[in-house]
Structure formats: C-alpha cells, structure tokens
C-alpha cells in the first residue's frame, strides 16, 4: 500500500513542506525538500524521529530558581517526555559552568543532559 505524508521540515528555519510517499510503511521518496538535510530528515521522522531536548532543572545559590540545560544529542521522539519528567526530578547547586553534565546518560539513552550556561554562586 502506497501512502504519503506532509509535513514541514524542522532542519532548519525555512520550514520547507515535505512530502514523503511511503510504500508498506517504509520510505521511498521525498519530495519539497530545498536540500539534501531535508531529505535525511524526511526518512529519519518516518522512520525512527528524533528531537533534541532543552529544558531547565531547579537551582538553588545563584539567585535564579532555574537552570537551562540542553542534550548533547538527539533522543527518540518518543522518549522526549519521559526525559523531561526525569529533568523535574533534579536540583543543582550553583556554581554551574556551560557543558558541566546534569544528568549523565539520561533514560540510558546514551545522551547526557548539560547546562546551557553559567551560574555563579551568590553569597
Ligand atoms: S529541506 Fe533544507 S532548506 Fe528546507 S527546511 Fe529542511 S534543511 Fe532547511
């Protein structure tokens, strides 16, 4: 069975519409794509879709209630709000230096969630 799907690409801000025909549910052509990004997109969102996280967590000391944090890959789309419950779990402490790890391979998933910026501590 032949079957299409639109929707925009996310790669980047042009947004370009895609149309992906699939054939038994796999992949087989995208079409709207304005470059070859879009067409790797296309495949992996019908495929196995992935997304980035960013989010924050609590802090305390630094005079701000939270802090920024961001993945350092891409988790599995439906992986995304378990991820984000495990980030309501946490509390840190400033300081917090940019790329300092938050939660070490979180869900298993191989991917560490890290701070976005710097935090010092207020006295
Ligand atoms: S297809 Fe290329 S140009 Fe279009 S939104 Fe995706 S990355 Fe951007």
Redesign the pocket.
């Known amino acids: 069975m032949t079957e299409t799907k639109k929707f925009n690409?996310i790669?980047?801000p042009?947004?370009?519409e895609l149309t992906v025909t699939l054939q038994d549910g796999k992949f087989q052509s995208v079409t709207g794509?304005?470059?070859p990004?879009?067409a790797k997109?296309a495949e992996q969102e019908v495929t196995a879709p992935m997304r980035m996280l960013t989010g924050t967590v609590k802090l305390t000391g630094a005079g701000l209630p939270l802090l920024p944090v961001v993945s350092t890959a891409e988790l599995p789309k439906d992986k995304i709000l378990l991820a984000a419950a495990e980030l309501r779990k946490i509390t840190v402490a400033a300081p917090v230096k940019y790329g300092d790890i938050i939660i070490h391979n979180i869900l298993g998933l191989g991917v560490d969630m890290i701070a976005s910026c710097d935090f010092a501590c207020i006295k």
């Open positions: 690409c790669t980047c042009r947004g370009c794509n304005f470059c990004n879009g997109y």
